[in-house]
């Protein structure tokens, strides 16, 4: 019988993990800028698991 590698299995539990939070509110976010020649901002988030995720977007621009 054949079995899951165990950093596959590692990583769907990460997606799962990722998934679950989809339909929760962070209790706490952090904008940051990361570079401003990049126009990118750093988005730090707390979730009420005490887990943290962070990802990067364009930096929004002001309303004309």
Do not use: C
């Amino acid at each position: 019988m054949w079995s899951f590698d165990p950093d596959l299995w590692q990583q769907l539990e990460r997606v799962r993990e990722m998934v679950t939070l989809q339909h929760q509110t962070p209790t706490r976010e952090w904008p940051l800028i990361v570079e401003e020649s990049r126009d990118e901002l750093l988005v730090v988030r707390e979730w009420p698991n005490g887990s943290i995720t962070a990802y990067t977007m364009p930096v929004p621009e002001a309303p004309k």
